[in-house]
């Protein structure tokens, strides 16, 4: 991807907006509060049509909530503890300020501390009440504008009072996938399937019996495939050890185990036509343990990048939702343009925003909103990384410097995107924006290529740079919009892989 210094100036003043938690105008009816535990999701009142918003996205202790227009920004997105704490942020809580319980007493956003005064019931009537106080969260003097403060007041159950998530994506879990899944039938069972599906460590399908990737030596130019050791497990690594043994060996192509034929080839080979500037990956830079079992990793430096044009294959296109994951090295990056994997333009050119939708892992921070020194899982849209929707402010973002890093991300074509991180070894996938696209990116005009390695510009005579570094063990491409518990159940196979 390609922007100029216009653009990005551009980027740099599209969100001047507070992030808020959402009401919304439901045609004047009482609605169920919808939010579930551990579910993440903007909450919305039906009589203003407006979010209960943390204004000016400030995380200060007793900062009063507001309403305000709705975004579905990082400070509209609540979730719903299973100790009934409202948590914003990942670390402040809807609070009734002072511990106070009388008509009146401000709500507001403190460090969740577990106390009764951060404690909600969110009702089947639809409205939400302090456990501390049994009043309910209220809109105050029935305002609707923005900038009406939120209190809590005697329950009495009109539309200021009602609140509801008509936005929420499913709570209940996947169907169960069959014994000894892969990420892939985790995909499946919750009615994504994966259009693309790519490793060098391991199969992604627990049938899956193929092969993984191929290695050329240099000896004398002959190739060979590296399979798996056994059907659903890793990666035959004594094969390519015997085959290159005593001379040097690059990785071809990374095969696409979701039989859609999505290969990954490198640019530079005759499977990518035109493409020039770009050479393959050595194969034994990196060895690792998957398993128990040693496997050898895609190991890219600045010149190395893979491609595909799965634009008939299955691969999203348009607006059609899609989402991916991939688990990657948080040490080995840099901050050369642009380590990708995800949709790319079947064109080899950034030809608009939007025109892409792929996982982004590096040290770079185009537009600002980016904690510490990287790397940083963003959204690589084409014209713009993102690491939230509104670049200078999202206090959610964070870096990930693991040995082994899970990346997500999802999109859902018009008004949506979302993106995760973790390490790859343990702990749980950590939202880091789940909220509108950014202006300009609505609707999606994805062109259903795949690119790995470099930006969606490359790698042809007069096309971008090809200037990022990375490490790709696995990840998959799959239609639709993954559910957070799909997400969820796909994290905890990666650790159970256990990476060494």
Known sequence: MVVSKRRRSHFRRLFAVGATLVLALVAGTAVAATIQPGQSAPITGSQSGRCLTVPNSSTSNGTQTQLWDCTGAANQTWTYTSSKQLMVYGNKCLDASGQGTANGTAVIIWDCNGQANQQWNVNSGGTISGVHS???LDANGQ????GTNVIIWDCHGQSNQQWNSPDTPPTTPPPTPPTGAGPCDIYASGGTPCVAAHSTVRALYGSYNGNLYQVRRSSDNTTRNVGV???????NAATQDSFCAGTTCVITVVYDQSTRGNDLWYQGSTVVPGSTQSRPATATSESLAV???????????PGNSYWRDGHLTGVPTGSAPEGMYAVLSGTHVNNGCCFDYGNSETTRAADAAGAMDAINF???CWFGGCTGTGPWVQADLEWGLYPGGSQSWNPNQRAFTSKFVTATLKNNGTSRFAIKGSNAQSGSLFTLWDGALPPGYSPMKKQGAIILGSGGDCCKPGGGANLSAGTFYEGAMVAGYPSDATENAVQANIIAAGYR
């Open 134 to 136: 049994g009043r309910c």
């Open 143 to 146: 305002g609707t504008a923005n």
């Open 229 to 235: 050791l056994t059907a659903g497990g890793t990666a």
């Open 291 to 301: 398993g128990g079992n040693k496997a050898y990793s895609l190991y890219i430096n």
């Open 362 to 364: 590096s040290t770079q």
